[in-house]
């Protein structure tokens, strides 16, 4: 049975770190992309990020580049979301979702249940 279980969120103040965790199971990350998305309350989900199935390859949306770092570790079926630098902007629920390559914002096949995320003094 495909699952993704995201957790790691919480309430942090602003200027302040968070990381993320996606457990997969029921398929190896190793043939899958894993992206990062976030759905803050009244707006559209965006893409945060995303990982290769190698690892070797990243994407990142321009609102997050030099704050956030994805990486992943095939051994722990495991993808993270290191967030620094948090802003109130970044209050959201976070999902993390699953796709074949390559690794770009499009059409995900399977999703976590989401984190929320809460950046406030």
């Known amino acids: 049975q495909v699952q993704l279980v995201e957790s790691g969120g919480g309430l942090v103040q602003p200027g302040g770190s968070l990381r993320l965790s996606c457990v997969a199971s029921?398929?190896?990350?190793?043939?899958?992309?894993i992206g990062w998305f976030r759905q803050a309350p009244g707006k559209e989900r965006e893409g945060v990020s995303c990982i290769s199935t190698s690892g070797g390859s990243t994407y990142y949306t321009d609102s997050v580049k030099g704050r956030f770092t994805i990486s992943k570790d095939n051994a722990k079926n495991t993808v993270y979301l290191q967030m620094n630098s948090l802003k109130p902007e970044d209050t959201a629920v976070y999902y993390c979702?699953?796709?074949?390559?390559?690794?770009?914002?499009?059409?995900?096949?399977?999703w976590g249940q989401g984190t929320q995320v809460t950046v406030s003094s």
């Open positions: 029921g398929f190896t990350l190793d043939s899958y992309v």
């Open positions: 979702a699953k796709k074949r390559r390559p690794c770009q914002f499009g059409v995900y096949d399977y």
